[in-house]
């Protein structure tokens, strides 16, 4: 499945290594686009994992944690305004 991630984590004094450990997890699944938007091709053992990991971290009453997902890449067309970020073009 193809999965559009992104996250908000709040500022506060846990914040930032609740967002370092939040990073780290998706980077290992995921390519990072923006800030904290990552995508990527995903099984679904993978995508199970991926929320396992991210539970661990994610602070229900402060952080927000979206997931698109889609059968594949092929389904969704991007746009681009502004730079185009080349690390995106294996998903077109």
Known sequence: MYIILIYDIMTDKKGAK???????????????????????NLTELNYLKLKSELNA??????????????????????????????KTSNFF
């Open 57 to 86: 971290y994610i602070r229900k009453d402060k952080d927000s944690l979206i997931v698109f997902k889609s059968r594949s890449e092929k389904w969704l067309d991007k746009e681009f305004l502004g730079i185009v970020d080349e």
């Open 18 to 40: 609740v967002s370092r450990n939040v990073f780290k997890i998706c980077k290992k699944y995921l390519t990072h686009i923006q800030k904290s938007v990552f995508e990527g």
